[in-house]
C-alpha cells in the first residue's frame, strides 16, 4: 500500500512538473502570440494606420527596464526570458511598421532621430532610429543600474517603474481609438488575446507568489483591454466583433 501510494505522489508530482513547464512556455511566448494577427493585418491592408506604434514603445521601455530589476532582484528567469522575447517581438513590428510607412510615402522627406525633433519622436521613418534610440536607453539603464544597484530602493523602484510602464500597454492604442472614433485597422484578435493573455499572467504572478509590482500590473492591464473591446462595441456599425 505504501508503495501504491509513494507511486501515486510521484505521479502527481511529474504532472505538476510538466503543468509548471507548460505554464513557464505560455509566460515566455504567450506575450508575442497577440501580435501576430496585427503583424498579419499590416501585411494584408499595407497600412499601419489602426494600429499605435506607442505600444512598441511602452512595451520596450517596461521590458528593458525589467531586465535591469532582475538583475536587482532575481525573480523568475520565465519572466527574464519573456522580456527578451517580447523585445524582439516589438523590433519585428516596428520593421514591419516603417517598412509599409516608407513605401506608402508620399513625400520625399524623411524624420529621422538625430534631428532631435520632439514633433516627430516615435515617428522616424527608419527602423534604424528605433534600435539606437533603445540601445541608448540600456546603456543608460546600465549605468545608474551599477551605480545605485546595492541600493533596494533603487531596485524596488526599478521594478515599479517597469510594471508602471506595462501596465499601460493599451493605453497608446486607447487613447489613437478614441482619437479616430474608429478601431479599423486594429486586430481585435489582437486584444482578445491581450485579455486572455492578462488573465493567465496575473493569475500566475499571484500563484507564483511575484513580487507585488507584477500582479497590479496585470490587473491594470485587464481593465484597459475591456475598455478598449468596448470601443470595438461602441464604434462597430452592427456591434458585432469583427475579428480582423
Not at 532582484?73 to 511598421?97: G, P, W, Y
Request: aromatic share 12%.
Amino acid at each position: 500500500m505504501d508503495a501504491e501510494v509513494v507511486l501515486q505522489e510521484e505521479d502527481l508530482e511529474g504532472s505538476w512538473t510538466l503543468l509548471s513547464w507548460l505554464a513557464s512556455l505560455v509566460m515566455v511566448f504567450g506575450g508575442a502570440l497577440p501580435y501576430v494577427p496585427q503583424f498579419q493585418e499590416i501585411q494584408r491592408s499595407g497600412n499601419t494606420e489602426g494600429f499605435s506604434t506607442r505600444v512598441c514603445l511602452v512595451l520596450l521601455v517596461a521590458n528593458i527596464l525589467r531586465i535591469f530589476f532582475w538583475i536587482g532582484k532575481q525573480f523568475e528567469l520565465t519572466l527574464l526570458l519573456q522580456s527578451v522575447v517580447m523585445i524582439l517581438t516589438m523590433f519585428a513590428m516596428l520593421h514591419l511598421c516603417c517598412a509599409v510607412q516608407n513605401t506608402n510615402r508620399v513625400s520625399t522627406k524623411q524624420h529621422r532621430l538625430a534631428d532631435l525633433n520632439l514633433q516627430y519622436f516615435w515617428k522616424w521613418s527608419a527602423f534604424e532610429d528605433y534600435l539606437l534610440f533603445c540601445f541608448g536607453l540600456t546603456v543608460l539603464c546600465a549605468v545608474v543600474t551599477l551605480l545605485l544597484l546595492d541600493s533596494a530602493v533603487f531596485v524596488e523602484t526599478l521594478g515599479s517603474l517597469a510594471v508602471m510602464f506595462e501596465a499601460m500597454l493599451g493605453l497608446p492604442q486607447l487613447l489613437q481609438n478614441f482619437q479616430n472614433h474608429s478601431t479599423k485597422g486594429m486586430s481585435v484578435k489582437m486584444v482578445l488575446l491581450w485579455t486572455a493573455g492578462d488573465v493567465f499572467k496575473t493569475t500566475y504572478f499571484v500563484i507564483n507568489e511575484s513580487p507585488a509590482q507584477f500582479w497590479a500590473c496585470g490587473s491594470v492591464q485587464i481593465l484597459i483591454d475591456v475598455a478598449i473591446l468596448l470601443q470595438v462595441l461602441l464604434y462597430s456599425q452592427d456591434t458585432r466583433v469583427k475579428l480582423g
